[in-house]
């Protein structure tokens, strides 16, 4: 059992849990006090035996109870007292989001990642910052390139798994619909709150759902108005 964050124990921590609680108790016991610098992420990978992802998981929950403050270039330092992080970027929430899946086993080596419209669309990034995220992840050893076919976590040359996100099983489905003539050209889409209701889902995934579809060139979203079948070329 590990001490946790949000209570005394848990059983079977993640390595991203281990490296904050053991942080948590060198604080706890004063041997990392106010003010004072952690150690750099490869030494608490070595310490802790995990990899960078669970190492900068661990660190993202300790700023999220404010116990640590990190600064660009500079590292990660105890907070002191009133000490507040910066509200946290759209590209580092993005970052974060991956680094954790990976940590905690929710993306698994071979999963492949979300398409670049679908990121866009969640994290309301351009795809210039979406690449330069995707970069930083690679150069770090946690995803890999495969041209067309995506982006996928872990090592080149590992098998993979080609599962649909939520966005594009939505995608597939409306695309069908509209095929089949379910949605004429000029009609409009039902609305993000609806398509959110039906498919049980966050209107941020319906979000990326309808990003596909314009990839696809099958709609256009027309602001105000909403999201209109386009004409067959």
């Known amino acids: 059992m590990t001490a946790s964050l949000d209570g005394p124990e848990v059983q079977n921590p993640t390595p991203g849990e281990r490296v904050a609680a053991g942080v948590l108790a060198d604080i706890e016991a004063g041997r990392l006090k106010h003010g004072d610098q952690l150690p750099a992420e490869p030494e608490l990978q070595a310490e802790y035996g995990v990899g960078r992802a669970a190492v900068r998981s661990g660190l993202d929950r300790l700023r ?6 990190t600064v660009h270039g500079s590292g990660s330092f ?37 398409k670049e419209p679908e990121l866009m669309a969640t ?53 069908s619909q509209i095929r089949a003539g379910r949605y004429l050209p000029g009609e ?14 966050a209107r941020k995934v319906v979000r990326a759902a309808l ?10 979203t027309v602001a105000p108005k909403g999201t209109f079948v386009k004409p067959r070329s």
Not at 188 to 201: M, Q
Request: aromatic share 2%; glycine share 10%; charged share 30%.
């Open 78 to 114: 105890v907070a002191r007292p009133g000490q507040q992080q910066p509200p946290m970027s759209s590209t580092a929430r993005m970052l974060k989001d991956i680094r954790d899946g990976i940590a905690e086993g929710r993306l698994k080596e071979g999963d492949q990642l979300p």
């Open 188 to 201: 409009s889409l039902p609305g993000e709150s609806s398509l959110a209701e039906k498919f049980g889902v």
């Open 64 to 69: 999220q109870q404010g116990l640590i403050v």
């Open 123 to 175: 994290y309301n990034l351009s795809s210039p910052a979406i690449r330069a995220a995707l970069r930083e992840l690679r150069e770090e050893g946690l995803i890999h390139s495969r041209g067309r076919l995506g982006r996928f976590v872990g090592p080149q040359g590992i098998p993979v798994r080609r599962e649909p996100t939520k966005g594009q099983t939505i995608a597939e489905e409306i695309t």
């Open 211 to 220: 990003a596909l579809l314009r990839e696809r060139d099958l709609v256009e």
